[in-house]
């Protein structure tokens, strides 16, 4: 390369370092182009161009630039950890935690790469080798995140006091770290601590992957007199969230001069006699004027809820009267108990929802019980249970499911239902319905730690795994109390 090129080089290269250090990532894109274009094997060139392009969010295009840059200089740890961060972003974890381990494969005391490989490991659900990385991660310069990270995976094999330990050193070393503050709140909300945790559970509003971030002019309702009032409660997470909370609609009710509900249009039609009086708005409708506004699962915060106080009465939500008649019908009363069945979660990638699903073959102890007639509950199939429920003595009527009042009807239809931790448990509860609840060995915060019975659902009855990813044990477990069952049922 001749001079003049190779100073125009350094120029545009230094005026792009010094775009990105002010945010001007466009700019700094540009400059780098410029520097490709006169020498196209300059690694750094390619490297930060891919960390431009992720600050903008261009993840597939970062991902293009690490690689010419790897392409270029395979020997450099960071390259293949910035590889990393983007394959992460693109949700490609398996491919992400291959790039951490060729970085510390080259450089086996890169803190920032043993962190994010136990992330990796903790998303993966492989939570003993998670621990491993973050633990030494920390000793190599110890952060806010990694902390974090560590308290999760600890959380996830039950070390429930050194998984506090890890968050409260996070929120030490980063006072507003939020993920760490929301980490933190769930543990003490599982925990029964409910001063405390429900307080600090707000800090999930704050979070950046927060799915409905929602902002408003007029100020939040934490329990303060709102006589003469328009208050807008709002839907903020899933169906299941928004029916555990609806049992506080009548409390809020005798608060305020009027109620603005926003809801889910599954869950309208299960409103009942609690409509009266209110504006239900179905989500995504203009919402009228209102003084304050309260998000769903911020109403413990704002009744002072305590474990031994849950307004627990039931049923609260109510099935339409139109919805009966044909279901019964559709499900007439037999002579043996009818148990309707939930197995699956609706949300099946990596998380809490792969980890509350079952395998459907998995419950051929309990369709082994003799005696009893079983309906599937569930509107949606995995690609592998149709299949197995084509083998199994398990009635579909997922056809005539159209929403969820149809789902409250069969339910009423049932004498038991047995279900994973998902929206339908939270249904049969809210109806008044039995319902036993199959929960993983680190369970939802909800269901608290330890116990049988829940003060959220009287009817409902806590089932655990023993031990992480135990679903075996735990329907052993419960097809010996379904024999149980049959038996008190036909002496009643």
């Given at each position: 390369?001749?001079?003049t090129?190779?100073?125009?080089?350094?120029?545009?290269?230094?005026?792009?370092?010094?775009?990105?250090?002010?945010g001007?990532?466009?700019e700094?894109?540009?400059d780098?182009?410029?520097?490709?274009?006169?020498?196209?094997?300059?690694?750094?060139?390619?490297?930060?161009?891919?960390?431009?392009?992720?600050e903008?969010?261009?993840?597939?295009?970062?991902?293009?630039?690490f690689?010419?840059a790897?392409?270029?200089?395979?020997?450099?740890?960071f390259?293949?950890?910035?590889?990393g961060v983007?394959?992460?972003?693109l949700?490609?974890?398996?491919?992400?935690?291959?790039?951490?381990?060729?970085?510390?494969?080259?450089?086996p005391?890169?803190?920032?790469?043993?962190?994010n490989r136990?992330?990796?490991?903790?998303?993966?659900?492989?939570h003993?080798?998670?621990?491993?990385?973050?633990?030494?991660?920390?000793?190599?310069?110890?952060?806010?995140?990694?902390f974090n990270?560590?308290?999760?995976s600890?959380?996830?094999?039950?070390?429930r006091?050194?998984?506090?330990?890890?968050?409260?050193?996070a929120?030490?070393?980063?006072?507003q770290y939020?993920?760490a503050s929301?980490?933190?709140?769930?543990?003490?909300?599982?925990?029964?601590?409910?001063?405390?945790?429900?307080?600090?559970?707000?800090?999930?509003?704050?979070?950046?992957?927060?799915?409905?971030p929602?902002r408003?002019a007029?100020?939040?309702?934490?329990?303060e007199p709102?006589d003469?009032?328009?208050?807008?409660?709002?839907?903020?997470q899933?169906?299941?969230?928004?029916?555990?909370?609806?049992?506080y609609?009548?409390?809020l009710?005798a608060r305020?001069?009027?109620?603005?509900?926003e809801?889910?249009?599954?869950?309208?039609?299960?409103?009942?006699p609690?409509?009266?009086?209110?504006?239900?708005?179905?989500?995504?409708?203009?919402?009228?004027?209102?003084?304050?506004?309260?998000?769903m699962?911020?109403?413990?915060?704002?009744?002072g809820?305590?474990?031994d106080?849950?307004?627990?009465?039931?049923?609260y939500?109510?099935?339409?009267?139109?919805?009966i008649?044909?279901w019964?019908?559709?499900?007439?009363?037999?002579?043996?108990?009818?148990?309707?069945?939930?197995?699956s979660?609706g949300?099946?990638?990596?998380?809490?929802?792969?980890?509350?699903?079952?395998?459907?073959?998995?419950?051929?102890?309990?369709?082994?019980?003799?005696?009893?007639?079983?309906?599937?509950?569930?509107?949606?199939?995995?690609?592998h249970?149709?299949p197995?429920?084509?083998?199994?003595?398990?009635e579909?009527?997922?056809?005539g499911?159209?929403?969820?009042?149809?789902?409250?009807?069969?339910?009423?239809?049932?004498?038991?239902?047995?279900?994973?931790?998902?929206?339908?448990?939270?249904?049969?509860?809210?109806?008044g319905?039995?319902?036993?609840?199959?929960?993983?060995?680190?369970?939802?915060?909800?269901?608290?730690?330890?116990?049988s019975d829940?003060?959220?659902?009287?009817?409902?009855?806590?089932?655990?795994q023993s031990?992480?990813?135990?679903?075996?044990g735990?329907?052993?477990?419960?097809?010996?109390?379904?024999?149980?069952?049959r038996a008190?049922?036909?002496?009643?």
């Amino acid at each position: 390369m001749d001079k003049t090129k190779e100073n125009d080089k350094e120029m545009f290269f230094q005026r792009a370092v010094d775009h990105a250090k002010q945010g001007r990532f466009m700019e700094a894109l540009a400059d780098y182009d410029r520097v490709i274009g006169l020498d196209p094997r300059d690694f750094a060139a390619h490297s930060n161009r891919g960390n431009a392009l992720t600050e903008l969010g261009h993840f597939a295009e970062a991902l293009a630039s690490f690689e010419r840059a790897i392409a270029i200089k395979s020997n450099l740890a960071f390259l293949h950890y910035n590889q990393g961060v983007v394959l992460e972003r693109l949700g490609r974890m398996e491919e992400a935690l291959a790039s951490y381990e060729h970085a510390l494969a080259l450089s086996p005391d890169y803190a920032a790469a043993h962190c994010n490989r136990g992330a990796m490991f903790g998303a993966l659900g492989r939570h003993v080798e998670a621990v491993r990385d973050l633990e030494r991660s920390i000793v190599l310069k110890p952060t806010a995140v990694a902390f974090n990270n560590l308290g999760f995976s600890l959380l996830s094999l039950g070390r429930r006091e050194e998984a506090l330990r890890g968050f409260e050193h996070a929120l030490a070393l980063d006072p507003q770290y939020i993920y760490a503050s929301y980490n933190r709140a769930v543990l003490q909300l599982a925990s029964g601590n409910y001063q405390d945790g429900f307080k600090n559970y707000e800090s999930r509003l704050m979070r950046p992957d927060n799915p409905l971030p929602r902002r408003f002019a007029q100020p939040q309702w934490r329990g303060e007199p709102i006589d003469g009032k328009t208050i807008l409660l709002h839907v903020e997470q899933g169906l299941g969230d928004s029916i555990q909370m609806l049992r506080y609609l009548p409390m809020l009710k005798a608060r305020a001069a009027h109620v603005l509900l926003e809801l889910q249009p599954a869950l309208v039609p299960l409103l009942g006699p609690m409509a009266a009086g209110l504006t239900v708005l179905k989500t995504g409708q203009v919402i009228p004027p209102f003084d304050v506004y309260c998000p769903m699962m911020s109403l413990p915060l704002a009744f002072g809820a305590r474990v031994d106080a849950i307004p627990a009465h039931a049923p609260y939500l109510t099935i339409p009267q139109e919805r009966i008649p044909q279901w019964r019908e559709r499900l007439p009363s037999g002579a043996v108990p009818r148990i309707g069945l939930v197995w699956s979660s609706g949300s099946l990638g990596p998380g809490k929802g792969r980890n509350r699903s079952i395998a459907l073959e998995l419950l051929a102890p309990l369709l082994a019980v003799p005696g009893l007639g079983f309906v599937s509950l569930q509107r949606e199939y995995r690609d592998h249970d149709p299949p197995a429920l084509a083998r199994l003595p398990i009635e579909r009527i997922d056809e005539g499911l159209a929403d969820f009042a149809d789902t409250a009807a069969a339910i009423a239809q049932c004498d038991l239902v047995i279900s994973v931790d998902t929206s339908v448990a939270h249904l049969a509860g809210a109806l008044g319905k039995p319902v036993w609840i199959l929960l993983p060995y680190v369970a939802d915060w909800r269901w608290l730690l330890d116990r049988s019975d829940s003060p959220w659902y009287p009817s409902a009855r806590l089932f655990r795994q023993s031990q992480v990813g135990d679903w075996e044990g735990l329907i052993r477990e419960v097809a010996k109390e379904l024999s149980r069952y049959r038996a008190a049922f036909l002496r009643a």
